[in-house]
Every structure is written in C-alpha cells, then in structure tokens.
C-alpha cells in the first residue's frame, strides 16, 4: 500500500534554531500534502496545505514566516520550524491522499 | 460547513466485549468518512472508509462502521475487542466530490480494552 515516510521522529532542539521535517510519499506521486499539528490529547490542527510547485496555503492563525513549507517536488514536503521556541514543541504530522489520507509517522518536536 | 462530532472522549470496554465508538458528522454533499486509529507517538493509520455503496463497512483489524445518512452518523464497531485495540481513535469527513481535499476531524476517542 502507499506509504508516506516522515523524518526525523524526534528532534530536541535549542530555542532560536530552526528545524525543518521531511514528508515523503515513497510509491506515488503527491501533488497536494497537509501539514498537522497536534497536542496532547487532541485533535489534529490542519496547519497548511502545501501544493506542489506553488505556495502553500496556511490556515487562519499559522504564521507563514515560522513555518515555512516547500514542495519542491511531487514527493517531498517540508516543513520548517524557523527559530523555534518551546512554545512550537508539538507532534507535527503529514499527510497525503489517494484519495483517503495517508499519514506520516508524526515528528515530535521539543524546543529547549 | 463540515464538522466532525466525537462525544465520547474515552470509552473502557472489557476484552471480548464488542465496542462502539460514535460519531456524527455534517457536512454539505455526500461525505466521504473515513476511520483512523493513532498509537502513542506515532502518526494516524487507516482502518476504513466510507465513500458509496453498502452502508456497512469491513476495515482493518476486525473493525466495521456503518453509515447512517439519516442520523448522519458512522459509528466504528468491532464484535468482540481486543487489549491490542488500545488507542486513539479519530473520525474523518471529506466533503463528497472532492477525493484529495482536506480532512475534517473529530477531537479522537480514548479506546481502552482492559483485560
């Protein structure tokens, strides 16, 4: 079955830097991924929708310029956490559909 | 607007015992609904979907759900649980027509099967 493939699972980082996570879908071509975050216990938020070779499109109250998505490619996404404060530590998950969703391992990400 | 409604934050079942997770949706069109099952720290995996046909229908790891368009529900059941069916369970709408739109999610249902 289609699988897509997140990276890294877990990443601890200090605060000011920024981190960026991988989404690639491995046996088909992904012209549209979301991006989620989620928090303990809850549900998932839908943070962007990124389309390949154009820009993502951000939900209401993301900010564009912490998280930058790239979809340079049918089979990569990336989201990067730009100078990321403890605040941003989160489980961030992603997706692509074919047509039902298939999601990433998540990627748990704690500031320091 | 589409919407997911999950009113079961936790539901404890016993082993053997068959479960029910409920949810409702709402959605304009027909829905495309679909089931997950999260484990701890990991990302979500699919178990089942509905999009047309049978109002019944077979998923992974024993599971069913059936649609039911005039309570707008899709309840995910299973006859006889499984301590292995621990986790977090999540319900999905897509609206109908639209099969890479996003997904709409319920806030998940704590399953635990206690042995």
């Known amino acids: 079955g289609a699988v897509v493939s997140q990276h890294p699972s877990w990443v601890i980082c200090k605060s000011g830097t920024s981190v960026k996570i991988e989404c690639r879908s491995l046996?088909?071509?992904?012209?549209?991924m979301f991006w989620y975050r989620q928090f303990p216990k809850q549900s998932l938020m839908l943070m962007a929708t990124?389309?390949?070779?154009?820009?993502?499109?951000?939900e209401q109250g993301v900010e564009k310029d912490k998280f930058l998505i790239n979809h340079a490619s049918l089979t990569l996404s990336t989201l990067t956490v730009t100078s990321a404060h403890p605040e941003d530590s989160s489980f961030y998950i992603c997706?692509?559909?074919?047509?039902?969703?298939?999601f990433g391992q998540g990627t748990r990400l704690t500031v320091v | 607007a589409q919407s997911v409604a999950q009113p079961e934050d936790q539901v404890n079942v016993a082993e053997g015992n068959p479960l029910t997770v409920k949810c409702t949706y709402s959605v304009s069109g027909n829905p495309y609904l679909f089931w997950y099952v999260q484990y701890p720290n990991r990302g979500l995996q699919f178990l089942l979907k509905?999009?047309?046909?049978?109002?019944l229908v077979k998923g992974s790891y024993g599971f069913e759900a059936e649609f039911n368009k005039s309570q707008t529900s899709f309840h995910l059941k299973k006859p006889s649980a499984l301590v292995s069916d621990s986790a977090l369970y999540f319900c999905?709408?897509?609206?109908?027509?639209?099969?890479?739109?996003?997904?709409?999610f319920g806030r998940g249902t704590q399953l635990t099967v206690w042995p």
């Open positions: 997706s692509a559909s074919l047509p039902w969703a298939f």
């Open positions: 046996d088909f071509q992904a012209t549209t």
């Open positions: 999905a709408v897509r609206e109908g027509g639209s099969t890479l739109g996003r997904l709409y």
């Open positions: 509905y999009i047309t046909g049978d109002n």
């Open positions: 990124s389309n390949e070779g154009s820009k993502a499109t951000y």
